[in-house]
Structure formats: structure tokens, C-alpha cells
């Protein structure tokens, strides 16, 4: 079973940006999983903010973050990316990896989440 471990989060003044990275260990071969980011914002469900399949060549964005959030992967590194820019307040939630060797949007492996906090 593949383990997910996020990395990066933080506290940022609005505008400003934060690069969260999600290592993978164990399991298939990262390659195999179709990766995400999702978010939990204070008193709130669980979001999707961006998605890339296995080879990196597709990716998908809600437009809430679209033209703001970047996700990319490093396949030889076992990570995953998530590059956030112009962060807003609204933007504050724990941030989650999360993988799937499904071709659907439903993801079965989740790390433990790291904490971006964005001061207005």
C-alpha cells in the first residue's frame, strides 16, 4: 500500500505562495497512481483543487484555483507538486495528497495532511 507524506504548508500574507510536496513510498510503482490535491478549509468538506494522471500530460483545476494552483509530478522523485501563487484567506485549510490507481476521480490513499494558513 503506498504511503503519502505532505510537506511544505504554512503561514503566508495574502499574495504571496507556498510549494507543498507529497512523497510517496511503497506500493505499486508511482507511475501507476493518478495523483490529487484536496483541501479541508475550517467547518468545511473536503475539496478537490487539482488533479494529474499517471504521466503528468492531464491535469485538472476547480476554477476556483485555476490560473493560481499548479500541480506537477516527479515521477523519478516519487512526488507530487502542488504550487500555489496570489494565495487568498479563503485559500486557509489543511491540504491533503491523495493517490488512486482508479481511472475515476476517487482516490483510495491519503497522507495526513499539512496546514496552509493565509493571513489577510
Known amino acids: 500500500q503506498v504511503q503519502l507524506v505532505e510537506s511544505g504548508g504554512g503561514l503566508v500574507q495574502a499574495g504571496g505562495s507556498l510549494r507543498l510536496s507529497c512523497a510517496a513510498s511503497?506500493?505499486?510503482?508511482?507511475?501507476?497512481?493518478?495523483m490529487a490535491w484536496f483541501r479541508q478549509p475550517p467547518g468545511k468538506e473536503r475539496e478537490l483543487v487539482a488533479a494529474?494522471?499517471?504521466?503528468?500530460?492531464?491535469?485538472y483545476y476547480p476554477d476556483s484555483v485555476k490560473g493560481r494552483f499548479t500541480i506537477s509530478r516527479d515521477n523519478a522523485e516519487n512526488t507530487v507538486y502542488l504550487q500555489m501563487n496570489n494565495l487568498k484567506p479563503e485559500d486557509t485549510a489543511v491540504y491533503y495528497c491523495?493517490?488512486?490507481?482508479?481511472?475515476?476521480?476517487?482516490?483510495?490513499?491519503w497522507g495526513q495532511g499539512t496546514q496552509v494558513t493565509v493571513s489577510s
Open positions: 494529474i494522471s499517471w504521466s503528468g500530460g492531464n491535469t
Open positions: 511503497g506500493g505499486r510503482t508511482f507511475s501507476s497512481y493518478a
Open positions: 491523495a493517490a488512486t490507481l482508479r481511472t475515476t476521480r476517487e482516490y483510495d490513499y
